[in-house]
């Protein structure tokens, strides 16, 4: 099956400098990957998705790159804000019919002030 | 719109008896469901997949006698947590998909936190 890695496990930047997380898997099969933000105690939320037929996407502060061949995607937040501070998590669909997703085990970004 | 909500949204109940949550999509008929969990300050597990009409499939690892999933219509899908132990206890979470969305997207409902005594 899928196993996808995160990295890193804790990120802690300055408010407004810029913030990466990056993510592995291993199933070639998968073509859907998705970034959540979760809060405590609450639903993931997604924040962007990226399918395996692109290699960038942007949304505003946000964007996740995918390198296909290396079968790893980073997301990327610009000038970050102590809004942003939750953990993220990184998934992927491993290809099968279904789409249920392997997430990644979550990184917590702290934006310091 | 792709609203999807979840009953109850936290239950404690006592060891060995059966806790049964219910995940609907509000808006949108949901061709298929999926049921996480996640433990605290860990990541979400996949546990079953579902889709309406037929019975679920489960992964690897989680045992469908304990986790009884049914999903009887589009906007439906309940798991029940059979003879509960407190290694049970977690955030149990479901996600839908509808007919005519983006094919990949799902939604998530908003939790339940499970706690056995």
């Known amino acids: 099956g899928e196993n996808v890695e995160q990295h890193p496990s804790t990120l802690s930047v300055q408010e407004g400098d810029s913030a990466v997380i990056k993510c592995t898997y291993s199933?070639?099969?998968?073509?859907?990957f998705p970034w959540y933000k979760q809060e405590l105690g609450k639903r993931p939320q997604l924040i962007i998705d990226i399918r395996s037929n692109v290699g960038e996407k942007k949304d505003q502060r946000i964007a996740v790159t995918l390198n296909k061949t290396a079968k790893h995607f980073s997301l990327h937040i610009t000038e970050t804000q102590p809004e942003d501070s939750a953990v993220y998590f990184c998934?992927?669909?491993?290809?099968?019919?279904?789409?249920?997703?392997?997430f990644g085990k979550g990184t917590h970004l702290i934006i310091q002030p | 719109g792709a609203v999807v909500s979840q009953h109850p949204s936290w239950v404690i109940c006592k060891s060995g008896t059966s806790v049964k949550i219910e995940c609907r999509s509000l808006d949108f008929q949901a061709t298929t469901m999926f049921w996480y969990r996640q433990f605290p300050k860990q990541s979400l597990m996949l546990m079953a997949t579902s889709n309406e009409g037929s019975k679920a499939t489960y992964e690897q690892g989680v045992e469908k006698d304990k986790f009884l999933i049914n999903h009887a219509s589009l906007t439906l899908s309940t798991l029940t947590v059979t003879s509960a132990h407190p290694e049970d206890s977690s955030f149990y979470i479901c996600s839908a998909r509808g007919r005519g969305m983006s094919y990949n997207e799902q939604f998530f409902g908003p939790g339940t936190r499970l706690t056995v005594l």
């Open positions: 199933d070639s099969a998968s073509n859907y």
């Open positions: 998934a992927a669909n491993g290809g099968r019919g279904a789409d249920g997703l392997t």
